[in-house]
């Protein structure tokens, strides 16, 4: 509570800093810009003037600024603004006109007092409407500041919904993983296989990575190829020789860094919509390379050329509607993926630019 209450106490004397720094800024300038002009006068002269209108330019202000700007202007009641506005601009030129005239004329005008008198009209309305000039600037700033703040606060929210999602899409991934891996590690049991506890050590592996290091916005390219492999072991182990995996890595891998579990929706469908059925030759061939800054992925199936399937049904998993849309989110602009059913085989293609920025 008392840290609350010094951060308010920070805030409220920076904007009174700001504040004084605008009324001196203003005095300033108004007191310098007729001597700037040529203008035959002393600076004693025009400060007095500047600071006799002083107190009816920051009435005027801060009533605009605090009063009609948010329960006329911003609420459209703008000729209820009129109404009440017209009126005490009079009002304000008139009593400044009239300090100016009772006060420093006597001192620096007499002739001009003696010819006008007192209340000289034309004066009069050029003192309300300059008495608002000032202002309608101070207005113009509020604005500004009040829309850069909430820019500021509508993008902030939409990255905390961004991340929100992104949070949930990555969550999405490790029980629709983990259900399909168990699964197979379920069958070997039954069967006492051998390689059921091969199949344990790899699903740990790939635990171990989910729970622990893809928690973070991005990982090694490294790191992302190693699980794939562990991927791609567990499922050689269920399919045994009746299936064919070639995984190629070309260039320099080091230094690219990627959204984590980006790729393996990808290399998952291609086991489940292709490879899964009765096909006589099965097939799966993947490349990985990087040029510049670019990373390119490609993975290609066998299927049954006869089958029903099509590429609409081979897009409609959970696994490839998370990778398009976590591509929206985390590479903007900055991929492409194509999905090609050539009748005897599905082949996606992906294109992601890492560049920052």
Same mark, same amino acid.
């Given at each position: ?10 805030? @409220?004397?920076? &904007?009174?800093?700001? %504040? ?13 810009? #007729? ?5 035959? =006068?002393?600076?004693?002269? =025009? ?23 948010? &329960? ?14 017209? $009126? ?18 006597? !001192? ?8 006008? +008198? ?19 600037? /101070? ?16 993008? @902030? ?13 990555? /969550?999405?991934? %490790? #029980? %629709? ?27 740990? =592996? ?53 959204? $984590?579990?980006?790729?393996? #929706? ?9 490879? @899964?059925?009765?096909? %006589? ?20 199936? @066998?299927?049954? /050329? ?12 959970? +696994? ?5 849309? &976590? ?11 194509? !999905?090609?059913?050539? +009748? ?12 920052? +920025?």
């Amino acid at each position: 509570m008392r840290g609350i209450i010094s951060n308010t106490q920070d805030l @409220s004397f920076s &904007r009174i800093k700001w %504040h004084i720094l605008f009324w001196l800024v203003y005095v300033f300038f108004y007191t310098f810009m #007729p001597i700037a002009l040529g203008e035959d =006068d002393t600076v004693l002269k =025009d400060l007095q003037f500047v600071l006799l209108q002083l107190p009816l330019k920051i009435f005027a202000t801060y009533t605009l600024v605090y009063y009609f700007l948010p &329960r006329f202007i911003l609420k459209k009641r703008y000729f209820a603004f009129v109404l009440i506005i017209l $009126p005490l601009s009079f009002i304000l030129g008139l009593g400044q006109r009239y300090l100016m005239a009772a006060i420093l004329y006597p !001192i620096y005008y007499p002739e001009s007092l003696e010819k006008y +008198g007192l209340i000289y009209w034309p004066k009069v309305f050029y003192a309300a409407i300059e008495t608002y000039a000032i202002a309608v600037v /101070a207005s113009v700033i509020k604005l500004l500041k009040q829309w850069f703040q909430t820019q500021q606060l509508t993008n @902030s929210l939409k990255q905390e919904k961004l991340a929100a999602e992104l949070k949930f899409l990555k /969550a999405q991934i %490790h #029980p %629709h993983f983990l259900f399909n891996t168990l699964n197979n590690l379920y069958a070997l049991t039954l069967k006492k296989s051998p390689k059921a506890p091969e199949v344990v050590l790899k699903l740990s =592996d790939l635990l171990d990575y989910m729970l622990y290091e893809c928690n973070v916005p991005k990982v090694t390219l490294e790191k992302e190829i190693k699980m794939l492999e562990n991927y791609i072991e567990l499922e050689k182990i269920r399919y045994g020789d009746d299936l064919k995996v070639e995984f190629s890595k070309e260039n320099d891998l080091s230094g690219f860094f990627i959204s $984590p579990m980006l790729l393996l #929706p990808l290399v998952e469908n291609s086991f489940k919509h292709g490879v @899964s059925g009765e096909i %006589h030759e099965k097939w799966i061939e993947i490349n990985l390379n990087t040029q510049e800054r670019t990373i390119n992925f490609s993975i290609e199936n @066998s299927r049954d /050329a006869n089958s029903p399937e099509r590429k609409e049904s081979y897009t409609e998993g959970i +696994g490839l509607k998370n990778v398009i849309r &976590r591509l929206e989110l985390v590479y903007k602009d900055k991929h492409q993926i194509k !999905i090609d059913d050539k +009748g005897e085989s599905y082949k996606v293609v992906l294109n992601i630019d890492t560049k920052e +920025g």
